[in-house]
């Protein structure tokens, strides 16, 4: 069983940036792709970004390429989200997930998910 806690989540004004991160508990860390998926009130939980296990393999929602950055430091057993220039409708619950795939943009494809970190964008 894989423990990931996520931390880093705030309230920033549009065009502001916040740094996420996402630790995870075990020595298996690198044998897993990670991904970031976020839900806002009342709607379905989607796709933000995706590394794989080396990191040398990246994928964005379009909704973010451009803006956010995905990244891992294997040796600390953490994946990263960098994210510049938000907008109010980036205003979500932040969720990183672990797959046993190389990298997966499928919430299915996930084995174990983190309880999420609030960033709210105000206008």
């Known amino acids: 069983q894989v423990q990931l806690v996520e931390s880093g989540g705030g309230l920033v004004q549009a065009g502001g940036s916040l740094r996420l991160s996402c630790a995870a508990s075990g020595r298996t860390f690198s044998t897993y792709g990670m991904g970031w998926f976020r839900q806002a009130p009342g709607k379905e939980r989607e796709f933000v970004a995706t590394i794989s296990r080396s990191g040398n393999s990246l994928y964005y929602a379009d909704s973010v390429k451009g803006r956010f950055t995905i990244s891992r430091d294997n040796a600390k057993n953490t994946v990263y989200l960098q994210m510049n220039s938000l907008k109010p409708e980036d205003t979500a619950v932040y969720i990183c997930?672990?797959?046993?795939?190389?990298?997966?943009?499928?919430?299915?494809?996930?084995?174990?998910w983190g309880q999420g970190t609030q960033v709210t964008v105000s206008s």
């Open positions: 997930a672990a797959t046993s795939q190389p990298h997966s943009v499928y919430s299915g494809s996930y084995d174990y």
